[in-house]
């Protein structure tokens, strides 16, 4: 069974500081990997996608990937209440179909 | 303009009915799905087109029966709702590129309710 993993949360940050969200994949053939935002009852939106080792910066938010260890993460720097969501991490072995983790609550406190 | 949309929004019904959901993607897109979101908000493909070619089925009850007439529109029909089926129904579709990188839009999703 492939499978993405993340610690559901919630997660609970101060307003100003770094949220770091974490993700674990089981297929070393997974490829390429998606971090989506979800706010509570609405559709996933794409934040980035990174399929090199190393770190992938777009405005806040940097994506981490380290193949060796199957491991995954999303840093957003300076966090806002409006980043208060469900984060959803997802990976893809190639080809159309991607796997997502369970998702993690992060709750940013102004 | 609403990239991919989703028709009903709510749907509310007894069980053993039967329901579709329809999609549409006005984004020129090549390849379509369905995904099941569960009340752990855990979110599952079920089925993918491309270019009505259906190319991914998981292991899905065979009560759902998906349909693609056209590669912009890609329908969900479910025979003899049962409770289990309450959820909500993503559609979403991307566009194949040489890279492997095919980044999925979502729809709305459609708030599926069995009683």
């Known amino acids: 069974q492939k499978e993405v993993e993340q610690n559901s949360g919630p997660l609970s940050v101060p307003e100003g500081a770094i949220a770091s969200l974490n993700c674990t994949y089981s297929?070393?053939?997974?490829?390429?990997f998606f971090w989506y935002r979800q706010y509570s009852g609405k559709s996933p939106e794409l934040i980035m996608f990174i399929y090199s080792n190393g770190d992938k910066e777009d405005g806040r938010f940097t994506a981490q990937l380290n193949k060796a260890s199957q491991y995954v993460s999303l840093l957003i720097r300076d966090s806002q209440p409006s980043d208060s969501a469900t984060y959803l991490c997802a990976s893809s072995g190639g080809g159309n179909k991607l796997v997502f983790g369970a998702g993690t609550i992060l709750r940013v406190k102004s | 303009d609403t990239a991919v949309s989703q028709t009903p929004k709510y749907l509310v019904t007894q069980m053993g009915n039967d329901k579709s959901i329809k999609c549409e993607q006005n984004?020129?897109?090549?390849?379509m799905y369905w995904y099941k979101q569960d009340s752990k908000k855990f979110l599952k493909i079920m089925f993918s087109y491309n270019n009505k070619e259906l190319i991914i089925n998981e292991t899905v009850p065979n009560r759902f029966s998906p349909k693609s007439p056209d590669k912009a529109h890609l329908n969900l029909h479910i025979n003899s709702l049962e409770l289990g089926d309450s959820a909500v129904y993503f559609c979403a579709s991307s566009q194949t590129t040489s890279g492997g990188l095919e980044t999925q839009y979502f729809g709305p999703g459609t708030r599926l309710l069995v009683l």
């Open positions: 297929d070393r053939g997974s490829q390429s």
């Open positions: 984004l020129g897109h090549d390849t």
